[in-house]
């Protein structure tokens, strides 16, 4: 174990904590973690995104006096992002996968021996056919193995790869290096199959709070079409100058909203996995540089992106599973800033997911994860609450920073909207989907309609007053509430429940949540800007016109040295900086997030801008 320079273990990880990340303390679990991993044992770590799953492993490879750790990562852009990060902190990190050279690759290795690398990244499958290679002066410098996105090993995760399932068998050949399992989002029966197929059925489980309060839940139900494009920009606008994503469920989607967005003057861009590897990688670069602020993408974007300063994300539909809307909202505010996350919901998104899930290998699971979404979605009460409970999270208050929080239903009697909707679709023999209903209830003249006599049905515009938006919002809660099926092998046409005959003939009465058309507006004043800024400790307020100023600073120094702006530090730091005001060396070596090779590096050009700031004449 060593005496850490005459400092005791916690004292040593926190003296590295200062020096190479410019923090100043560990947050929730992680002291226990890397105490755990430090004394050799094994360890499954739920964390969510944002919340310092790096670290965990990160400084116990750095406390090893000659070894390194191993990080076995599933995407080559989040390992050279995790890696340019860690160098621009001053620490020896390299990775080992297939867009390097063999010269480059055999160098990294020549390094591995000679004990120059603290962290090697690596893909599972270039790990097990390298390591096969490697003499035994490298594997016996192996101080751990992380295993990070760990819910990619079960095939009860939501990202199953089965290049993965190979990784068990390094608990068998290197019984005494510990592993640590990593992710952000598994349930019960995914975190034991993580421990089975790794072989640490021994491991602790170690289960950080899955709340990330600075994201801000919204949803929308029932927006479709154009109404939901008007939202979507209404939303943008309001964090002008800011990154998000907005994901979609089809390709063909993701290119349609970055298309009409350009159109208006939102740079957008779309990314799916159809695209070339050139395109998508450009695509990403200039994210990551904030040189593009909205990207349109499908799943197949974001699981890569390391980046700090994402202030919202967008759900243009609803995803197929908790786990993945979880762990996409995630992607937001990774720095503890404000982020606001907004979901829309309508039936179209119920229809496909149910059949993406029907044609599914697993049909059971894959259907109760998507009842659990749609319940999170349809929710009456705080979302924080509904989230936090499906992960097994204790959450007994409401949180004040959702929609339902921000402006509870107001439930009242529906009784008769529903008889009104059951009706039309008893008249209809039962052969209509939902949006019919809506056009026979609004007295649509439609083609359609016309040609199949629903227009002569007494049911046709008994529904007029409400609007497409309402009917289909009511009519969504009327599914939720087991009024009628969607039967699937039949068209997808609506069936009355035994409930529903029983609401439809007077003998039980219902309650709606009333619906509202949804206008965003700022929560702030017109000239703050969407996140809340940083107030220090001492009750300095934050310069915004100066935080402006180093954030041009900042991009500067990202475009010299070809990295990414928050590479070089932080929103949360510039905050602090524009706060604090720190015009010597000292006083900036001191901030929050700047350690000591940053500050070597980069207090010159940002002391000197606030200085000037600050004595703009001198």
């Not at 209830?441 to 049905?457: A, F, S, T, W």
């Amino acid at each position: 174990m060593g005496d850490y320079n005459g400092l005791t273990r916690q004292e040593y990880a926190l003296a590295l904590l200062r020096s190479c990340y410019g923090y100043d303390s560990f947050r929730g679990q992680q002291w226990d973690i890397i105490n755990h991993t430090l004394d050799g044992k094994d360890s499954i770590v739920l964390m969510p995104t944002g919340g310092g799953k790096s670290l965990c492993y990160q400084i116990p490879s750095l406390m090893s006096e000659q070894g390194f750790g191993i990080v076995i990562s599933p995407l080559l852009a989040l390992m050279n992002d995790q890696i340019n990060a860690l160098q621009q902190n001053g620490v020896p990190a390299l990775a080992l996968n297939s867009e390097k050279s063999d010269a480059e690759n055999r160098q990294t290795v020549d390094l591995l021996m000679q004990g120059k690398v603290k962290l090697l990244y690596i893909s599972p499958e270039k790990l097990l056919s390298e390591i096969e290679r490697w003499s035994s002066a490298i594997t016996q410098r192996i101080c751990l193995f992380a295993v990070d996105e760990a819910h990619c090993i079960s095939q009860w995760g939501h990202d199953f790869r089965p290049e993965y399932t190979q990784l068990g068998t390094l608990k068998q050949r290197f019984p005494d290096i510990p592993v640590m399992a990593l992710t952000a989002t598994a349930d019960r029966i995914t975190r034991n199959d993580i421990g089975k197929q790794l072989n640490i059925p021994e491991a602790r489980l170690f289960i950080s709070s899955f709340d990330r309060p600075n994201i801000s839940l919204n949803v929308v139900q029932g927006s479709t079409g154009r109404q939901k494009f008007r939202q979507i920009v209404q939303f943008i606008n309001l964090h002008q100058g800011e990154s998000g994503i907005i994901y979609c469920l089809r390709r063909k989607d993701t290119e349609k909203m970055a298309a009409d967005l350009t159109r208006l003057g939102i740079k957008a861009e779309p990314f799916h996995a159809a695209m070339s590897v050139s395109e998508k990688q450009r695509v990403q670069r200039d994210f990551i540089n904030d040189d593009l602020k909205v990207v349109c993408a499908t799943i197949a974007f974001g699981m890569g992106i390391d980046k700090s300063n994402v202030r919202y994300v967008i759900h243009s539909n609803m995803p197929r599973n908790i786990e993945s809307y979880y762990q996409e909202i995630g992607r937001s505010g990774r720095d503890g800033l404000p982020a606001d996350a907004l979901l829309f919901y309508n039936y179209g998104d119920v229809v496909t997911l149910q059949q993406f899930a029907l044609q599914s290998g697993q049909v059971q699971v894959n259907m109760d994860k998507l009842r659990s979404m749609q319940q999170f979605a349809e929710s009456g009460v705080c979302r924080r609450r509904i989230l936090l409970n499906y992960f097994n999270e204790r959450f007994d208050h409401d949180c004040h920073n959702c929609d339902v929080c921000d402006n509870p239903p107001d439930r009242f009697d529906g009784t008769t909207f529903a008889q009104m909707a059951l009706s039309a679709i008893k008249r209809a023999d039962e052969q209509i989907g939902m949006y019919t209903v809506t056009d026979i209830l609004r007295g649509m003249r439609k083609g359609e309609i016309i040609d199949k006599g629903y227009d002569r049905l007494k049911t046709f515009g008994v529904g007029h007053d409400l609007s497409t938006f309402e009917w289909n919002a009511y009519l969504l809660q009327m599914l939720q509430l087991g009024l009628f099926d969607v039967a699937y092998d039949d068209n997808k046409h609506l069936k009355i429940t035994e409930y529903g005959n029983e609401v439809l003939f007077g003998r039980q009465h219902i309650e709606l949540n009333r619906v509202q058309r949804r206008k965003f507006t700022a929560k702030k004043e017109p000239d703050t800007p969407a996140i809340v800024l940083h107030e220090a400790a001492s009750g300095k307020q934050l310069d915004q016109e100066l935080f402006e100023k180093l954030r041009d600073v900042r991009k500067a120094i990202a475009q010299a040295s070809k990295i990414a702006p928050y590479m070089v530090f932080s929103d949360k730091t510039l905050q602090a900086m524009a706060t604090e005001k720190p015009t010597t060396m000292s006083e900036f070596g001191i901030l929050y997030g700047v350690g000591q090779v940053k500050c070597q590096k980069y207090w010159r050009p940002f002391t000197a801008a606030i200085r000037n700031h600050l004595s703009p004449n001198d």
